[in-house]
Nanobody
Framework: EVQLVESGGGLVQAGESLILSCAAS????????IGWFRQVPGKEREGVSC????????LYADSVKGRFTMSSDNAKNTVYLQMNSLKPGDTAVYYC????????????????WGQGTQVTVSS
């Protein structure tokens, strides 16, 4: 019954923008910490951004600070990732995840994961 469904990925050129969406259902969205992750073949999944359940702030990986913006719309049970000034190094499968924690936890502590959406940035 719990679902996280990502959408919005695609093929873009370096310097362009994309918006990813993550639609959640089957759990108390407003009480969960939500994070975005990404993964490329042969490498471990890495954290991109996170909004803790307690709110007040958003965390970003150094590699995306100033370029990506995460937001949450509790009325729609949806989170977004606005990605600007995309680089070839941003190419990855992007996942959203939810954790029943007040603060942003480690990757392995998240409870629910989406299936991912592919982002490809050409040089």
């Amino acid at each position: 019954e719990v679902q996280l469904v990502e959408s919005g990925g695609g093929l873009v050129q370096a310097g362009e923008s994309l918006i990813l969406s993550c639609a959640a259902s089957g759990f108390a969205f407003g009480d969960y910490t939500i994070g975005w992750f990404r993964q490329v073949p042969g490498k471990e999944r890495e954290g991109v951004s996170c909004i803790p359940a307690v709110g007040r702030y958003t965390l970003y990986a150094d590699s995306v600070k100033g370029r990506f913006t995460m937001s949450s719309d509790n009325a729609k049970n949806t989170v977004y990732l606005q990605m600007n000034s995309l680089k070839p190094g941003d190419t990855a499968v992007y996942y959203c995840a939810a954790a029943n924690e007040r603060l942003c936890p480690q990757r392995y502590e998240y409870d629910y994961w989406g299936q991912g959406t592919q982002v490809t940035v050409s040089s």
